[in-house]
């Protein structure tokens, strides 16, 4: 598995990944973000479930810009093991069969590549009988237009971790923002990627206000994430 260009420092200093899996992945390439969770046993499971998402996601892209099936198999993989709640929307665009379909196009029919995909299509067809991720986030898809925003509220809880990513279908970049009920920015990820996330713990409980902003010339569909 063609591994060792790939660097996972901002998935992990963001989203507060286990040593494991950062050893397991490699690279050191640290980018700064607000807001930072300072304890990672502060973050709920469900919350933890979405950080392993957006690595998925960063892991996917990286395979797709090398050609390499083994980090679309490893994707798929990582995703199969956090469920997921429906909310409202279409299905998701970020799935373990999407993924595993890829990798079977980049496999160019190579007998390894091809039973390895198998193999993790049959045990993500058992499904997930229990999960250190819990109940798993909620997400929900929505197309938004070119250089438009799509914003909402949610409740959040004094003293909690409140993570939202935001994951496109890859056609232009995403960014997303975080506001407090004074109008104040508490979060913001404009790093140019299509899987933006931001980790919050709001002092008090009370509306915060997120925005996903297309930042491209075409249109694409999101899937929003929360904890």
């Known amino acids: 598995m063609m591994m060792a260009g790939f660097k996972l420092g901002r998935s992990a200093r963001r989203l507060g990944l286990g040593l ?8 050191a390439s640290p980018v700064e973000v607000s ?12 919350a933890v479930g979405i950080g392993q ?26 995703l199969g093991e956090v469920p997921v709640r429906v909310g409202e929307g279409e299905a998701p665009i970020l799935t373990p069969d999407r993924l595993l379909d890829e990798a079977a196009s980049l496999s160019l029919g190579q007998p390894a590549w091809l039973d390895a995909i198998d193999r993790v299509r049959e045990h993500g067809s058992r499904g997930v009988d229990s999960s250190s991720f819990g109940e798993g986030p909620i ?19 004094g003293g909690e971790v ?17 506001r407090d009920a004074s109008g104040a920015v508490i ?18 409980a009370g509306t915060v206000r997120i925005d996903i902003i297309n930042r491209g010339d075409v249109w694409t569909k999101v899937q929003i994430l929360s904890n």
């Open 187 to 204: 979060c913001r990820d404009g790093s140019g990627d299509h899987y933006p996330v931001c980790t919050v713990v709001p002092p008090r």
């Open 20 to 27: 494991g899996l950062i050893a397991a992945l490699a690279g």
């Open 139 to 157: 997400f929900t898809v929505k197309e938004v237009r070119a250089r438009a925003v799509y914003g909402f509220n949610v409740q959040a809880r």
């Open 162 to 178: 409140l993570r939202i990513a935001a994951i496109g279908d890859g056609d232009t970049n995403i960014d997303l923002s975080m």
């Open 35 to 46: 807001a930072p969770v300072q304890d990672p046993s502060a973050l709920s499971p469900e």
């Open 53 to 78: 998402v957006v690595t998925a996601a960063e892991l996917a892209a990286w395979g797709r810009r090398r050609g390499d099936p083994g980090a679309l198999i490893l994707a798929a993989r990582m």
